[in-house]
T-cell receptor, first 114, second 115 residues
Framework: GENVEQHPSTLSVQEGDSAVIKCTYSDSASNYFPWYKQELGKRPQLIIDIRSNVGEKKDQRIAVTLNKTAKHFSLHITETQPEDSAVYFCAASYIAGTASKLTFGTGTRLQVTL | GAVVSQHPSWVICKSGTSVKIECRSLDFQATTMFWYRQFPKQSLMLMATSNEGSKATYEQGVEKDKFLINHASLTLSTLTVTSAHPEDSSFYIC???????????FGPGTRLTVL
């Protein structure tokens, strides 16, 4: 089955700096890669996703890049703000029409300091 | 749109009792629902996948007789933890996805504490 590794496990950046979180996956059939943000005790919230037919996607301060050959994808957050502090999870899935099970990475705890 | 609710948000029970958790899609029809378990400071681990009207598919290592899943309608799935023990204490989260959609929307989670 799919295995997703995520690094780093913790990341501390100063407000205004950029943050990068990296994930690798094992199953070359995976074609859907969402990123979730989870605040303490709350539900994971989808912040951005990318499908295997594109290499990069951007939404304001958040971007995701995908390298299918190397089987890795990354989350980039620019101009970080204190409210970006949370745990971020990457995930991978093979989608064929409808939702399929997600395999999550181990999570990255991002701390944005003033 | 795409709101998923869970009930209860937290529950404390005695060892040996059963607990039922409900997951509802409020504004869309959820053809597929997923149940996850999350221990403190850990990732989400998929327990099972359920499609409306059919039996759930359990992940390896998850006891189907202990974690009963029912997905009787397009807006409701239930997870029953039978004969709960302290090691079952965890954060249980459901997600739901509609037909022709690959996005999973998560519920707010249920924190189960077994004494």
């Amino acid at each position: 089955g799919e295995n997703v590794e995520q690094h780093p496990s913790t990341l501390s950046v100063q407000e205004g700096d950029s943050a990068v979180i990296k994930c690798t996956y094992s199953d070359s059939a995976s074609n859907y890669f969402p990123w979730y943000k989870q605040e303490l005790g709350k539900r994971p919230q989808l912040i951005i996703d990318i499908r295997s037919n594109v290499g990069e996607k951007k939404d304001q301060r958040i971007a995701v890049t995908l390298n299918k050959t190397a089987k890795h994808f990354s989350l980039h957050i620019t101009e970080t703000q204190p409210e970006d502090s949370a745990v971020y999870f990457c995930a991978a899935s093979y989608i064929a029409g409808t939702a399929s099970k997600l395999t999550f990475g181990t999570g990255t705890r991002l701390q944005v300091t003033l | 749109g795409a709101v998923v609710s869970q009930h209860p948000s937290w529950v404390i029970c005695k060892s040996g009792t059963s607990v039922k958790i409900e997951c509802r899609s409020l504004d869309f029809q959820a053809t597929t629902m997923f149940w996850y378990r999350q221990f403190p400071k850990q990732s989400l681990m998929l327990m099972a996948t359920s499609n409306e009207g059919s039996k759930a598919t359990y992940e390896q290592g998850v006891e189907k007789d202990k974690f009963l899943i029912n997905h009787a309608s397009l807006t409701l799935s239930t997870l029953t933890v039978t004969s709960a023990h302290p090691e079952d204490s965890s954060f249980y989260i459901c997600s739901a996805s509609g037909q022709s959609s690959d996005t999973q929307y998560f519920g707010p989670g249920t924190r189960l504490t077994v004494l």
